[in-house]
């Protein structure tokens, strides 16, 4: 993006991170340079712990998926145990990637190239016609850090991952619990890939300025007075105001009458796992994101015995979102593909038990999420093919966009950590 | 394409720029190389007046285009007082594009992300919920230099315009007067993208050396002897000669009668804003590029009172060509997209009173142009494809290509003081 | 694929190439990296003899091919007295690529743009409307070093290419001229872009340790003991083995009778036009590379009076390999198009006097290798996509892939001199 033959030379990657003016958006260089995108993958991608799946998605031994992190082939699978386990798909012998589709089974991990066999904690069982010298415990797959949270599987790329994240999972698992993920099934998946930067991607993820023109079914859930400061909310939204107070104290009891947390966590910024977790009441019938917010699954999940229980939603920097209904759950996340192409993938669990066609309904289940995926992508793109212009300054966010500031902060801190040690 | 690993080190822009042999083609990085790129966008295309689009194409006040000059997006739009007026198409907000499609018609600009609202001379009317101390004022749209000469929308992104443009419009405004573009529409548009340096696209149009045997349609209505110096035209053309002396002598006393302008002006090097325009004779029945060289619309441009009126030929640095004849006009340009990639855009215009099917045929208003531009993308694809060897040395311009030479001069001047500031 | 804001700066090309560890895999950069490739143009593709097609391509005068080698497009010509020869297919005028079809037939070579005319040789015959003192014989198309040798085509972009290669002309000949290549016409030919690096197409041609697993219909014909060594073969081969001993005992009578060499001449590295050649039996009838072994055309090549001669396997580096049976040949090579991407064009040919449908059915002629290079062209991206990955580390080569090693030693050695030079 920048101009080579300009006066002005491009400003190094300290110098951008080091003049971020909190309260505005990044400069173009961070959404679209070449450089930045490798310094991403460097500092945050292989750095952080990543929500890459749930267990839903790999629930028997030897089920596996496959998934790239910028340049890292990645492999999550169900050991023989049960436990669930994250290795390199790199094969030791010449480098081949061990499996090459996106999601099966598998016993032993076989290298589709010259057949090396892998156990699934990686170790090296068999590779043919070697030397007598050949020493197969110098050949174990490596490994990649993994934990899983509530059903939620994250992995680190870091030998030595950031500790903090103990602490996300103590204080969040009380949040997740009752909706028994472990418990649930895949209803339906949906990849996307955006054309633009993956922070944009996120920072769109992370502010809800644009939802009343741009998420027409998503508004049906969401009260309107969303991101008002309450001395702010304008006379024509005031009914909604009252509507919002009252499933408020209706969520707040229902909740304190089953022990379930709903107040707000926010430490979205300041520590490297950083996180936020709340439970809100939603609008209209308040179950579900349908269009008339009444529940998509008559099946509910875990043990639950109400089906008005708003959205339990989570945030996980660097890339990842969901929401937790009393029927179903949605898991979001956002891999960079390169510096101007995003993948996002969306994943609606059910319980285990829910039977399409007569639990549920796919379409009904999926609608407003997949409609509003595809808006926040022209969004995206829009913002994308905009910031590459010479001529765009960083503007400054409104009130309601604070958590985009947050992340922009949060992306500061820890490239500048990175580029300083 | 330069070899890095290679003994000889590429050599730098200056030294390329410096080196340039007159009477020959440029060297081969000219045409591929991603750093020269960014040259041509810093040092002619952000400098210099460039035609975007004529007054037809936004006739009605609201009605606006948008199109991107390298990496700028640019919005051009016809104000509620009927004025045109060019806008960087970039929030103030978080910078994406304000108007997404590429032609429309609106009241106010609404950036579809956030709906922050601007008016058609850029200024911020509205952006919802901001804090008190929001400054509406000090986030417009950043405007662009804008001129209209005889329909024709010149626009230029230098914060201090080319002076000389004032010369151009004076100068050039008696031949254009007479076609009244301003009482045109668009009878149709072509988009081509061809995959080749805008510089290559830029030379072939310069020069008709190839036209004889790339363009058999277009060469219905040029003299055959075009581009032979007098003295030096074989005998096999003195028929044609001959009727292009008779041609010459109609056309100059048809201009006379009615006090138009014909003569060349060619300062086409040596000058910012260098330019060409002459008004000549055309073969067959004269009157416009037809297959038969008959009017292809019975609706005259303007007021003219005759028809056999040759072509009216405007050639302006660095990306642009006119044809202006009796019955109808025909603008084209030429935008980078990419080292090898540049859009051509051809627009036909016709009296604004014209009806088609009864006036005049699409399809025969356009087959001849539309037919010369199929052959010369493939031309100049086959000029990229072979310039990029490393055993090409610029070859020697034979005479009729001297405005390819004075390009290439004009090219070579610009930058050098541009690489010299 | 090197990350720029990492701590450790990416290696300097000698670096990488000076501590290549002999018996182990390339470093990831070699397989990715822009810079590594355009050191691989240099310093293999412009320094060293390459075969680009065989005679029976080009049978008659004025019939010719043109192929990119890297950025140079060449032509292959035969011209007016029956020899072969190669020309840089680029016009002396304005870099236009002068014949852009990828094969045909023609008298003179006129450029498609401004028909500046050459000889089949590269003298400029005509150029048009030029100046008085135009010198035609300063713009002859530049030449191309050429030579064949039993039917195949070599070039060398060189100014002075490897001198050693009359010597792999003078050993390899005696194996290729019972087979008379030059009365052979091409019965088939196909081109697969592959998604990879040139060398991961070169490592996997050069072993047969994925075979057993990857190519099902190619072990009809291969022995399956294949790569042991003599004394490893497991006890379920033994029987397979036996065959082998039985066919290779046949071979040599019958090569012995006819005077036809047979012996292995193994040079793939220490000298710039390293090959390798060998007889060897097919297992199954042994004839032919069919389903079961026997010849897949009825009239022989040249004058052979056997079908049961196993193949006569060549190997040239860099990018070439060839199989000649009884009955028909099959040439290889692998293009470089880009840093992930390869062209691997394979020609089968028949005696020309064969007649399709009455002496071979086309689809059993090329069955074998046409699903043997599909399931390549796989393992090949499954390597492709795995190497990049930053924690790839090169692994150790089994003994049966010690070609491999060679090439690689070559390929390093070959650099290193380049590098140094």
Redesign the interface.
Known sequence: ???????TPAPS?ERLVERRIPGR?LE?PFYAD??VF??D???IF?RHWLFVASTAEIPEPGDYLTIDIG???ILVIRDDDGDVRAL???????????L?ESSGSTGNLVC????WTYATDGRLLH?????AD?DKTC?AL?TVHCRVVGGLIFICLAADPPSDFDDVASRTLPYLAPHQLHRTKVAAQLDTVEDANWKLVM?NNREC??CE??HPELMYTFFPTY??AED?IPPRLMPAHARYLQAQADLESACTERGMPYEEIEEIAGRPSAFRIQREPLDGAGESYTLDGSAACRKLLGDLDITRLGRLSLHHQPNSWFHFLADHAVTSMAIPLGPERTLVRTTWLVHEDAVEGRDYDADNLTAVWRRTNEQDAE?VV??Q????????????Y???EYQVDSFCTWYIDETRK??R?
Do not use: W
């Not at 993006?1 to 006066?7: K, L, N, R, V």
């Not at 590779?127 to 030397?131: D, I, K, N, T």
């Open positions: 993006m920048t101009t080579i033959a300009d006066t990657l958006a173009a070449d450089d490798d310094l993958i460097s500092a292989t340049p890292y082939p390199h798909n790199v094969c030791r012998h010449r480098g081949s990637r061990v090459s589709g190239y010259h057949q590779a043919g016609q070697q030397a050949f050949y490596k920072e300025y644009h023109a741009g991101g008002y702010e969004l829009r913002a093919s905009g910031v590459k212009s010479p001529v765009y300054e960083p503007g400054p409104a009130p309601n990175y580029l040690s």
